[in-house]
């Protein structure tokens, strides 16, 4: 073997040794790398496959707009920040990030650099309103988002469903948008809704084509799922959720300081619309003008271990019939501070509604209607005007004091096994979103032992590829 192929052996080791080192500890794992400058991402043109990877490297981009980008189930296409965080802002246009061209099978995270828990900095701050950070639309379906902040933004935060168009493809009967994750976005101070996802234009939208005014009715949703979100500082709602006629869950967001803007039935904590099917649970609502929770002609829904306090009404539920017989159910709630009203059902078809082991404590009506009207289920709730000594910790801390009223006091109901601090509760549970900490049920399995396990088979395989990169290295030499 001459020297120089020797040698030219012996860089190519180092230069292949780097690589696998950095392979492991700091590379991305990048298929796609989208640099500072790039605007449009076009899933066709890139060649963008299912499972690949698109990294956008950290540093500024004025707006990112993603065309095409097509996984498939079980195996997304993910795109994620890459070497640090990733600044999307603009003040002119009326989006920041824009999903569109029927793209599906995403994930989109912030995950990409362990030194950030928001890899994605997300800013529309355009004069004049109307921009939304993130816009899942133009047929976009099947998709993750996450560890996302954005803020100052024109209109809303997070807005995920397609607009009827023209030529028909987004009509009820053509288009469904299914299986969204949205989790662990920070969203505050925008001027529209925190979140809007899917439509509430129950009775069609108009929209003008060659000049005529047409009437479509907007999508459905089906598999929605919200979850471990902070919303804050909105402007109309800070939470709105519609058209989601299936596989609804919305569950341990908090969300705080809504309906700054002063719009009239702009201004709820959450908003549960027309035909939706959900689960609402464990979510802390606080600090807004109208509303906690508002329930306009949904489908079946439940609502439990939701703490709501500091607005006019708690929760407000509004049947309309849209879905003939749906119940609204209430479960283990805690509502408090509110000006008018705690839970309030209106419309004539509540028979099958139920409110059963809720902590309200408020003025004048706890419960509207009142306990008499026999068209829905009432049991074991606290109805109080003021909170009578120990219900709670303090006026702060709503945990139950060591003799309060409510442990004990609910009633156990299939389904609902935890409480707002997910530990298990007992039975007879409590009233309320706590169970005092001695009445908690405690499990001794442990579950860290999987990850210690898989840690340590991590560590095997980077031993077994390091000797044999050595191996490999003595042979040439
Ligand atoms: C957004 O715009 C407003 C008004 O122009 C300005 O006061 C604010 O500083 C801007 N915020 C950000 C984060 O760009
Ligand atoms: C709930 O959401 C918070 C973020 O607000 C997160 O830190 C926490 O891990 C989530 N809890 C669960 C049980 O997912
Ligand atoms: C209820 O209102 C009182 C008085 O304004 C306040 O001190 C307390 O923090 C509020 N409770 C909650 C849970 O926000």
Redesign the pocket.
């Known amino acids: 073997m001459s020297h120089f192929s020797k040698a030219t052996i012996t860089i190519g080791f180092f230069l292949l040794l780097q690589l696998f080192v950095s392979g492991v500890f700091s590379d991305c794992g990048c298929d796609h790398t989208i640099e500072e400058g790039a605007f449009f991402i076009n899933g066709e043109e890139l060649g963008i496959k299912p499972g690949d990877v698109v990294c956008i490297m950290s540093g500024s981009y004025r707006a990112l707009r993603f065309r095409a980008i097509n996984g498939v189930q079980n195996n997304p296409v993910v795109i994620k920040n890459c070497g640090g965080q990733v600044l999307v802002s603009n003040d002119e246009l009326g989006y920041a990030v824009v999903f569109e061209w029927s793209s599906s099978f995403f994930h989109f995270t912030g995950t990409g650099d362990s030194s950030f828990e928001y890899g994605f900095e997300i800013i529309a701050n355009k004069t004049g309103g109307g921009a939304m950070g993130v816009s899942l639309t133009d047929l976009s379906t099947n998709y993750e988002v996450d560890h996302l902040e954005i803020h100052h933004t024109a209109f809303a935060g997070l807005m995920a469903k397609t607009d009827p168009k023209c030529d028909g493809s987004a009509d009820q009967d053509k288009f469904v948008q299914r299986d969204i994750e949205i989790h662990?976005l920070y969203v505050h101070h925008t001027e529209g809704e925190g979140f809007y996802i899917g439509s509430t234009q129950t009775n069609g939208q108009k929209i003008t084509c060659d000049g005529v005014e047409e009437v479509h009715y907007p999508h459905f949703l089906e598999g929605v799922n919200v979850?471990?979100?902070?919303l804050s500082h909105t402007g109309w709602d800070g939470a709105q959720v519609g058209f989601a006629k299936s596989d609804c869950k919305v569950w341990?967001n908090?969300i705080f300081d809504v309906g700054s803007g002063g719009v009239k039935y702009q201004q709820q904590g959450l908003q549960i619309g027309s035909y939706s099917a959900c689960e609402v649970y464990n979510n802390v609502i606080t600090d807004g003008p109208a509303c906690g929770i508002i329930v306009i002609e949904s489908g079946e829904s439940t609502f439990y271990n939701n703490l709501i306090a500091n607005v006019d009404i708690g929760v407000f539920a509004d049947h309309r019939g849209r879905v003939p017989n749906a119940g609204y159910g209430f479960f283990f709630n805690t509502i408090v501070n509110y000006t008018t009203h705690g839970l309030r059902l209106w419309g004539d078809e509540h028979t099958n509604s139920k409110a059963i082991s809720n902590i309200i404590v408020g003025p004048e009506i706890q419960l509207y209607p009142e306990e008499s009207n026999e068209q829905w289920t009432i049991s074991n709730n606290l109805l109080y005007e003021t909170a009578p000594e120990g219900l709670f910790v303090s006026e702060n801390d709503l945990m139950l004091g060591d003799d309060s009223p409510a442990r004990g006091a609910g009633l156990r109901r299939q389904g609902i096994e935890i409480d707002l601090n997910?530990e298990k509760r007992p039975n007879p549970p409590a009233a309320g979103v706590y169970e005092h900490p001695d009445d908690w049920i405690v499990d001794d399995d442990d579950d860290d032992d999987d990850i210690v396990s898989s840690h340590s088979r991590l560590d095997v395989q980077i031993l077994t590829s390091s000797l044999l990169l050595l191996l490999i290295a003595i042979i040439m030499l």
């Open positions: 662990h979850h471990s979100n902070i341990n908090t997910w």
